[in-house]
């Protein structure tokens, strides 16, 4: 049985490490292109997204989970490609004669009811590829626990802002069924490739948030007002905390949660960051 060829495109570029070089000739079924025995290989690979509300400070702790450990791969969230949707970026596409057509994470903002649904179908396109991809060779080779971390999942896409837009009504009832429909179709479709094992929290008042976006100065953002902000961080303790979100897959019900104190100013506070690590590794080796 042949290799599939985007497996083998995988690996060929990725590269699977030589200590764990896959015997193919062995017949065993393609399941979604991810050969069986390469599922068995990145198994052992737990996955865990970081979730919490705008600009409470995912990619800073992001960062300093980099630093931390060589077993732990974090995936940022692709906020560039919401800010720069290209023209023929389909498969093939010759990418020189790419251009920007458009910044949708503007265009949400400023235009919620026309934009939200497009926004949510794209962001969770882009979540879905990006949780669908294969953990580098050192993660494989790992012998202590290698895990791959996600800044936000396509759990938070559907269960905290899509849920609010509905909620806010930016997005209208055929849009939410619609949304619901395919994205329940894509996570029983893609099975086990995009379970996560467990959610990192992090939580700080709404007003923290809002300090923290100001500072940031990310222009897309300058209307966010703490009205915004307060709806997600309820929608974050509903699903997180109280658990009244209604979630629709068993695994994700029972998911494990670390919650972390993200108010604390921790990037000029060496004992602050050895304390949160500490707490993420003890985390990982439960999971
Ligand atoms: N613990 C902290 N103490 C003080 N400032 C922080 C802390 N964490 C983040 N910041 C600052 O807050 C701002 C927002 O942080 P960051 O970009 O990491 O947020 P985010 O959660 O990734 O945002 P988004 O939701 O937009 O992805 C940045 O200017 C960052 O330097
Ligand atoms: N509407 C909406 N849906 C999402 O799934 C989503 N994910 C992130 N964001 C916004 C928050 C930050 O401004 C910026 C970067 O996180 O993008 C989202 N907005």
């Not at 495109?9 to 015997?23: S, Y």
């Not at 720069?84 to 389909?90: D, E, K, M, R, V």
């Not at 179709?185 to 086990?192: A, K, Q, S, Y």
Request: hydrophobic share 35%; net charge positive.
């Amino acid at each position: 049985m042949s290799v599939p060829r985007r497996i083998f495109e995988k690996l060929k570029h990725g590269g699977l490490p030589a200590c764990r070089m896959l015997p193919w000739t062995h017949g065993s079924r393609s399941v979604h292109g991810l050969h069986q025995r390469d599922v068995k290989v990145t198994a052992r690979v737990k996955r865990v997204s970081i979730e919490g509300n705008i600009a409470v400070g995912k990619s800073t702790f992001a960062k300093l989970l980099r630093s931390a450990c060589v077993d732990w791969e974090v995936m940022a969230e692709p906020v560039s490609k919401w800010q720069n949707i290209q023209s023929g970026s389909s498969k093939g596409a010759d990418t020189s004669s790419q251009s920007t057509v458009s910044n949708l994470l503007q265009m949400m903002y400023q235009e919620p009811q026309r934009w939200s649904y497009t926004f949510q179908t794209y962001s969770c396109m882009s979540r879905l590829k990006t949780q669908l991809q294969l953990p580098p060779a050192r993660l494989l080779c790992s012998k202590g626990t290698p895990v791959q971390v996600y800044e936000r999942s396509i759990y938070s896409d559907r269960y905290i802002f899509a849920l609010n837009m509905f909620e806010l009504g930016c997005i209208n009832a055929t849009e939410w069924a619609v949304y619901q429909d395919w994205h329940s179709f894509l996570v029983e479709e893609f099975g086990h490739q995009v379970e996560l094992e467990g959610v990192i929290y992090l939580r700080a008042p709404p007003e923290k948030c809002l300090e923290r976006l100001g500072l940031r100065g990310r222009s897309e953002e300058k209307e966010v007002k703490l009205e915004y902000l307060d709806k997600l961080h309820s929608q974050h303790e509903r699903w997180l905390l109280d658990k009244s979100t209604e979630i629709h897959f068993e695994k994700l019900k029972q998911i494990p949660v670390l919650q972390l104190d993200a108010s604390v100013e921790f990037q000029q506070d060496s004992s602050v960051q050895e304390d949160f690590i500490t707490k993420v590794k003890n985390f990982f080796s439960t999971l």
